[in-house]
């Protein structure tokens, strides 16, 4: 089988590449994501997969004004193309949208007599992903999106903007919104997404998350007692995720030799640094690459990945996790500072026995 599988996805080498030219350390969750969707479809000897990307690089993120086209063959049913693109504002959306319309018409010509294909997307690379929609609808090849957010909500949660910002991008969202909805099939995060996106019933089926086994044979929890309990997040260091209350919440702890560490980027790291000026427990730690944040505490991003660590997760109550998930989980009840401080200091008294033999039953049933 024959698949095009349009994202933002780079292999690990091209991936250090882009990290190493940022401006800023940023890191895409997203990489990490879809980088174990496409070692999982290659595992399958019959497929050959093309993966047509547009480089995850910006004007704000990089001074290079010039990416050209690059093909990258890492085994024999797996090739990277990366897309070539001027640099600008406005001219990276228009020329990602014109390399991508070449390289798919190459593409469906290239397996014109091969009728076992289909096109799968990330639709929040938009610029990218519709244009391989419409090509490939127009040639009969199935098209489907793996839905890991709905286009209006991912940047809403960003930071502040102009009023023009705002504008256009909501004329963006408006429009992405209603185009993800034209795929002939859906892979979805949460039943709920399925209910919002998929109005006409399509083929679709929940993928709640997606864990790297080999990651997780390497990974023995550790049963030895410590000195210091480390509470950990990683994630977006935002007020919107919550994190200001986690700090709060943390404050009113007074169980001694606990630390609070925090590994992110966002707009409320400048406060941390202020914070830790008066309590240093609450640290924060940076950015890391998920490899390295696996390697010192087994927490990859998404709910399973933690699960699978062995590592107890404390989290709120989403309406997307199943019940299923309920005897696996520590909850947050209430999102307010001072029940989470309670249900914080109700983990931490737990024994290191108890701890750890709650987060290998949380591992064992990710894992089976």
Request: charged fraction near 25%.
């Amino acid at each position: 089988m024959k698949l095009l599988f349009v994202s933002s996805t780079c292999s690990k080498k091209k991936y250090n590449y882009v990290y190493s030219i940022r401006n800023s350390r940023k890191l895409d969750p997203s990489q990490n994501f879809f980088s174990l969707v496409v070692t999982g479809l290659i595992k399958n000897s019959n497929v050959n997969l093309t993966c047509l990307t547009a480089l995850p690089v910006s004007r704000s993120t990089t001074n290079i004004k010039y990416f050209k086209n690059e093909k990258e063959c890492t085994n024999n049913n797996l090739t990277y193309k990366y897309l070539g693109f001027c640099n600008g504002k406005f001219l990276r959306y228009i020329t990602l949208s014109i390399s991508t319309i070449i390289s798919t018409i190459k593409w469906i010509y290239r397996n014109r007599k091969d009728h076992n294909k289909a096109l799968i997307c990330d639709p929040l690379v938009f610029m990218c992903s519709k244009p391989a929609r419409i090509l490939c609808s127009l040639f009969n090849i199935m098209t489907f999106a793996i839905v890991t957010d709905i286009p209006s909500l991912s940047t809403n949660m960003k930071l502040k903007k102009s009023r023009i910002r705002k504008l256009l991008e909501g004329c963006f969202e408006s429009y992405s919104d209603k185009d993800v909805r034209k795929y002939d099939g859906y892979i979805f995060l949460t039943e709920s997404m399925n209910e919002l996106i998929n109005l006409d019933n399509k083929t679709y089926m929940i993928m709640e998350g997606i864990v790297d086994l080999s990651q997780c044979n390497k990974i023995q929890v550790n049963s030895n007692q410590k000195a210091i309990k480390i509470v950990m997040y990683a994630g977006g260091v935002y007020e919107k995720y919550g994190i200001k209350n986690l700090v709060e919440a943390f404050k009113l702890i007074n169980i001694p030799n606990t630390e609070l560490h925090i590994y992110g980027d966002g707009a409320f790291v400048k406060e941390l640094g202020e914070i830790y000026k008066i309590y240093n427990r609450i640290r924060y730690m940076g950015i890391l690459p998920t490899d390295e944040i696996v390697k010192r505490y087994s927490f990859p991003s998404k709910t399973v990945e933690y699960m699978a660590s062995g590592t107890p997760l404390l989290t709120t109550r989403l309406a997307g996790i199943p019940d299923e998930y309920n005897n696996y989980l520590f909850w947050f009840e209430k999102e307010d500072v001072e029940s989470m401080a309670d249900k914080i200091i109700e983990v931490l008294s737990l024994s290191e026995d108890e701890l750890n033999k709650f987060g290998q039953r949380a591992r064992d049933f990710v894992l089976n």
